[in-house]
């Protein structure tokens, strides 16, 4: 019976069979089955050893493989109907694997032992089996001999992997010293992580990084330094500008004369006291109104206080608030003109007539009254 052994590397190393139940034929047979192991390739070289235990508990003597890996199955396992079994792998490096436990089970026979009497045919066949069993024992006992010698090198081997386990074992306990040691040191690591960055508390590091932080320039909004996107010196030589950047390349740039007004180009921006306009300015720009689109009005009143006031309108806010002009078919405002008088009531008067002045009384002066020259007399009834 073939049986291989796997090597599984899953939450750490494991060796099992990929039979899971070893069915060995009869219960209490022997020599008729051989179980042929395929071993991982980390089992090349080892010795190794069969390790039985059978339903009631009984632990049989381990069975060395031989050098093809194999066995017979005898008394060992068929003494009971079913069991567990393993290997075990022993190196002189101080290697040593050991198998998942497996299940075996053997079918249930009928009882041999008894009084019963034996046929001649039965006796006849029971000495062809004796002689048959004879044969086989002395071919046992040269492969004994044989294995007697292999034994004593396996006994040497055994020796040399005790010596290697007593090694391992000191070396497991300087390992567990040095394992304990790291523990302490990863529990100062985590106390100095939790000042750092406690898990109840804001982030205590530099930049969002904790423990050794090493900040670059991007970490800062910066340029990396020698990087050519930044200036590092500028000179002037009368109208070539030249421009060193960071990674130490140049650049020439040639300048002209301002002062002519035909070489100015660009638009001064707001922020910088301009206009940000590239045409020329109008009369909204600065603020007023076209020539064509306004309207002044200055009026000066006097009470306790003389005071000043003047209005600008457009022409349309003109029209609005004092109506358009009167003409001889529409009635509208009109100017105070030559002859006529206007107090600061708004009462019009007539001041003269074709250059002569006006002059206004309530009785008749009669006939013969002198009047200046150049006055008209205007008698009221």
């Given at each position: 019976?073939?049986?291989?052994?796997?090597?599984?590397?899953?939450?750490?190393?494991?060796?099992?069979?990929?039979?899971?139940?070893l069915h060995l034929g009869g219960q209490s047979s022997a020599n008729v089955e051989r179980l042929e192991f395929t071993l991982p390739e980390s089992w090349q070289g080892k010795s190794v050893t069969l390790h039985i235990q059978r339903q009631d508990g009984?632990?049989?003597?381990?069975?060395?493989?031989?050098?093809?890996?194999?066995?017979?199955?005898?008394?060992?396992?068929?003494?009971?109907?079913?069991?567990?079994?393993?290997?075990?792998?022993?190196?002189?490096?101080?290697?040593?694997?050991l198998t998942r436990p497996a299940k075996y089970d053997c079918y249930e026979t009928l009882a041999t032992d008894g009084d019963a009497e034996i046929s001649p045919t039965q006796y006849e066949t029971f000495v062809a089996r004796v002689l048959a069993y004879?044969?086989?024992?002395?071919?046992?006992?040269?492969?004994?001999?044989?294995?007697?010698?292999?034994?004593?090198?396996?006994?040497?081997?055994?020796?040399?992997?005790?010596?290697?386990?007593?090694?391992?074992?000191?070396?497991?306990?300087?390992?567990?010293?040095?394992?304990?040691?790291?523990?302490?040191?990863?529990?100062?690591?985590?106390?100095?992580?939790?000042?750092?960055?406690?898990?109840?508390?804001p982030v205590k590091s530099v930049n969002g990084q904790g423990g050794v932080v090493t900040l670059t320039a991007a970490d800062v909004g910066a340029l990396e330094a020698g990087s050519a996107d930044y200036v590092e010196r500028i000179e002037l030589n009368?109208?070539?500008?030249?421009?060193?950047?960071?990674?130490?390349?140049?650049?020439?740039?040639?300048?002209?004369?301002?002062?002519?007004?035909?070489?100015?180009?660009?638009?001064?921006?707001?922020?910088?006291?301009?206009?940000?306009?590239?045409?020329?300015?109008?009369?909204?720009?600065?603020?007023?109104?076209?020539?064509?689109?306004?309207?002044?009005?200055?009026?000066?009143?006097?009470?306790?206080?003389?005071?000043?006031?003047?209005?600008?309108?457009?022409?349309?806010?003109?029209?609005?608030?004092?109506?358009?002009?009167?003409?001889?078919?529409?009635?509208?405002?009109?100017?105070?003109?030559?002859?006529?008088?206007?107090?600061?009531?708004?009462?019009?008067?007539?001041?003269?007539?074709?250059?002569?002045?006006?002059?206004?009384?309530?009785?008749?002066?009669?006939?013969?009254?002198?009047?200046?020259?150049?006055?008209?007399?205007?008698?009221?009834?």
């Amino acid at each position: 019976m073939q049986v291989r052994i796997v090597e599984k590397r899953f939450g750490g190393v494991e060796f099992a069979p990929e039979m899971k139940v070893l069915h060995l034929g009869g219960q209490s047979s022997a020599n008729v089955e051989r179980l042929e192991f395929t071993l991982p390739e980390s089992w090349q070289g080892k010795s190794v050893t069969l390790h039985i235990q059978r339903q009631d508990g009984t632990l049989p003597a381990p069975i060395l493989l031989d050098e093809a890996h194999s066995c017979a199955v005898g008394k060992e396992f068929t003494a009971s109907s079913c069991g567990s079994w393993m290997l075990l792998a022993l190196g002189e490096d101080g290697f040593r694997a050991l198998t998942r436990p497996a299940k075996y089970d053997c079918y249930e026979t009928l009882a041999t032992d008894g009084d019963a009497e034996i046929s001649p045919t039965q006796y006849e066949t029971f000495v062809a089996r004796v002689l048959a069993y004879s044969n086989s024992a002395a071919t046992s006992a040269q492969e004994a001999r044989n294995s007697a010698g292999a034994a004593a090198k396996d006994a040497k081997r055994a020796e040399a992997a005790r010596t290697e386990t007593v090694t391992a074992a000191g070396q497991a306990g300087a390992a567990q010293k040095a394992a304990e040691s790291g523990a302490a040191r990863a529990e100062a690591a985590a106390d100095r992580a939790e000042k750092t960055a406690p898990a109840d508390g804001p982030v205590k590091s530099v930049n969002g990084q904790g423990g050794v932080v090493t900040l670059t320039a991007a970490d800062v909004g910066a340029l990396e330094a020698g990087s050519a996107d930044y200036v590092e010196r500028i000179e002037l030589n009368g109208q070539v500008m030249t421009l060193t950047m960071g990674d130490g390349s140049t650049r020439t740039l040639q300048t002209k004369d301002t002062t002519a007004l035909d070489v100015m180009t660009g638009v001064l921006g707001v922020e910088h006291g301009g206009t940000g306009k590239d045409t020329a300015l109008t009369a909204e720009d600065v603020g007023a109104y076209g020539k064509n689109e306004t309207y002044a009005k200055t009026e000066v009143y006097s009470r306790e206080e003389t005071y000043s006031k003047t209005e600008v309108y457009s022409q349309k806010e003109a029209n609005q608030k004092f109506g358009t002009p009167a003409t001889a078919d529409q009635l509208g405002s009109v100017k105070v003109g030559a002859g006529l008088g206007v107090t600061n009531d708004g009462t019009l008067s007539v001041t003269s007539v074709n250059g002569f002045t006006v002059k206004a009384q309530t009785t008749d002066p009669g006939v013969g009254s002198a009047l200046d020259t150049g006055t008209v007399l205007l008698v009221y009834a």
